[in-house]
C-alpha cells in the first residue's frame, strides 16, 4: 500500500483533516483500491504519530461518507462502489468533492440562486437596508477605543461588552436566562450552525429539519457528514411524530416564525419537543432569527427559556434587526459546553471583527438598537399590510399565509399554477419571489411565493405587485 500520507504538523489545519483529506485523496486517485484493507487505527498511530482519537476521527469520517466499509472481526476496506477518477479537469475536479459536500454545494447553489445579492423587490430575509441608522452607527464607529483591547487578536468568544449587551437584552426581551460567558459570537448565523455541529454531531449521526426549511441548514448538516431528516411542518409548525422513534441527535426548528411558511410552534409541541431532548439526550437548535418583529402583540417565549436552556442551543443574529453586512450572529450554550464550543472557535476562526463588535456594543448600549426596533416594527407593518392587501387585489388567485409576524410571508398558489415558472418569469423581471416548492426538500404538490415585504418601500412595492400580476 503506497498512499504517501504526509502529515504537516506546522499547518494550520487540524490533524484528523490532514488524515482524512490524504486518505480519501489516495482512494480517489487509486492509491488505495476498491477492496484493500487498510491499517487498524493502531497501526496508523504508530506509522504517522498521531494520537488514537485523530486517526478515528478521520476513519470515522471517511465511513460516514462511504468510501470505508468495516467488517467486525476482519477490518476496514475501501468501498467496492468506490472508483477512480475518470478524466482530468473539470470532472476529476468535481470527484474530489466527497458525496455529502457535493450534495451540500448543490443545495447552497440553488439557494442562492433564487436569493441573489441584489437589491431587488421582494427578496426575502433582507431588512430595509435604506433605514440603517447610519448616523448613529457611524458614531459608535469612529469611537473605536484603538487600544490593545480592540486590536489584539480577539477572545474566541467575542467581544466581552457586546455579550454583555446581548444577555442583557435576551434575559429582557426573549426569557433567555443567560450570562455573557454563555455567549458565542460568531462571523453570521451561518458561521454559528457549522459551529454547533462541529461540537454536537459525530459523521453518521442523524439530525431533524423542518420541511419546508432553510436550506443552507441542511447543506450544513450534510457538509459534516450528518444524515439528515425532514420532518413536515403545518399550521402548529414541526411535526413531531416519528421523533420518538428515530435516533435523532439534534433538531433543528425556527419556533418563533418558521422559515418560511410563517407558522408559529404551538405550546403543545415546543413542550413535547424540550421532553424529547430531555429523554433522549438530543439537542435543539433554536434559530430565533427574527423574533424582535411580531406585530399583533407579545411572541411566544423563546423555547430557550420553557427549557431553562437545558438541551437548547438557541441562535440569534443582528441580519434581519440591522444589516447582513455587519456579520454578527451569537449561539448560547450551556456551561456544560463551553469549553468545546471555546476549543472549535479557536480552531475554525469565525469570530467577527472586534472592532464592529465594539461599535456594536456602544450602539446598543446607548439605546439605538431599542429604539431602531420600535421604529421599524411600526414600518414593516405598514409595509406588510401594505403588500398583503395589494397582492390580494391584483392577483385575487393568491391565497395569504400572513403570520403577523417577521419580514417575509408565504402567497399560495392554487392548483395549476407553478410558483417556479412564475418565479423564473418575475426573476427576468427584476423581481425577487423565491418558488415556495424550492424550500423543500422532498416532493411536495405545495406551491406559491414568498414574499419578503421589509425591505420594498411602498411605492416601489406598488409598481412591483403591478409588474407581477402582469406575469400571472
Not at 430565533?288 to 438557541?314: C, K, V, W
Request: include cysteine.
Amino acid at each position: 500500500m503506497k498512499t504517501g500520507i504526509l502529515i504537516n504538523r506546522k499547518s494550520g489545519v487540524p490533524l484528523h483533516q490532514q488524515l482524512t483529506l490524504a486518505l480519501r485523496e489516495a482512494i480517489l486517485n487509486g492509491s488505495l483500491a476498491p477492496g484493500e484493507r487498510l491499517l487498524s487505527s493502531r497501526e496508523w498511530q504508530t506509522h504517522l504519530g498521531l494520537s488514537r482519537n485523530t486517526v478515528v476521527d478521520a476513519l470515522g469520517r471517511l465511513h460516514a461518507e462511504g468510501y470505508l466499509v468495516t467488517e467486525r472481526g476482519v477490518g476496514t476496506f475501501v468501498a467496492q462502489h468506490v472508483h477512480r477518477r475518470r478524466s482530468e479537469g473539470v470532472k476529476e475536479a468535481r470527484e474530489s468533492v466527497v458525496p455529502s459536500r457535493r450534495a451540500a454545494l448543490d443545495l447552497s447553489a440553488q439557494h442562492l440562486a433564487t436569493n441573489s445579492h441584489e437589491s431587488t423587490p421582494f427578496r426575502p430575509g433582507i431588512p430595509a437596508l435604506d433605514r440603517f441608522p447610519s448616523v448613529q452607527f457611524k458614531r459608535c464607529f469612529n469611537a473605536a477605543d484603538w487600544t490593545a483591547r480592540t486590536l489584539n487578536y480577539a477572545d474566541p468568544q467575542g467581544y466581552g461588552p457586546l455579550r454583555e449587551e446581548i444577555a442583557s437584552r435576551l434575559r429582557q426581551t426573549r426569557g433567555v436566562a443567560c450570562s455573557p460567558d454563555d455567549l458565542f459570537l460568531t462571523n453570521g448565523a451561518q458561521a454559528a450552525f457549522s459551529l454547533i455541529v462541529r461540537v454536537v454531531l459525530n459523521p453518521g449521526d442523524v439530525a431533524v429539519v423542518e420541511d419546508p426549511g432553510y436550506p443552507s441548514v441542511r447543506a450544513t448538516l450534510l457538509a459534516h457528514g450528518a444524515r439528515v431528516r425532514c420532518a413536515p411542518v403545518d399550521r402548529s409548525g414541526i411535526s413531531l411524530e416519528g421523533l420518538a422513534r428515530g435516533r435523532a441527535r439534534l433538531v433543528y426548528v425556527t419556533p418563533s416564525h418558521q422559515y418560511p411558511s410563517g407558522a408559529v410552534l404551538s405550546l403543545e409541541r415546543r413542550f413535547a419537543l424540550i421532553e424529547w431532548a430531555r429523554e433522549r439526550n438530543g439537542w435543539i437548535v433554536e434559530d430565533d432569527y427574527d423574533s424582535e418583529f411580531n406585530y399583533t402583540g407579545r411572541p411566544q417565549p423563546a423555547l430557550h427559556g420553557l427549557a431553562d436552556g437545558r438541551r437548547i442551543l438557541y441562535v440569534g443574529t443582528f441580519s434581519k434587526v440591522l444589516s447582513p453586512a455587519l456579520r454578527v450572529a451569537y449561539v448560547v450554550v450551556p456551561a456544560a459546553l463551553h469549553g468545546a464550543f471555546r476549543a472549535a472557535q479557536i480552531v475554525t476562526s469565525v469570530a467577527p471583527d472586534t472592532i464592529v463588535q465594539a461599535a456594536l456594543a456602544r450602539f446598543m448600549n446607548a439605546g439605538h438598537l431599542s429604539r431602531h426596533i420600535t421604529h421599524m416594527r411600526k414600518i414593516y407593518d405598514e409595509r406588510r399590510r401594505f403588500v398583503s392587501a395589494e397582492l390580494r387585489a391584483a392577483i385575487p388567485a393568491l391565497q395569504i399565509d400572513d403570520s403577523s409576524a417577521g419580514l417575509h410571508f408565504v402567497a399560495r398558489m392554487p392548483d395549476g399554477m407553478s410558483d417556479r415558472v412564475l418565479s423564473t418569469r418575475a426573476a427576468q423581471s427584476g423581481l425577487n419571489v423565491p418558488p415556495l416548492s424550492g424550500y423543500y426538500h422532498g416532493k411536495t404538490s405545495a406551491s406559491g411565493l414568498v414574499i419578503g415585504f421589509a425591505a420594498t418601500a411602498i411605492p416601489e412595492a406598488r409598481s412591483a405587485i403591478a409588474r407581477l400580476a402582469s406575469l400571472a
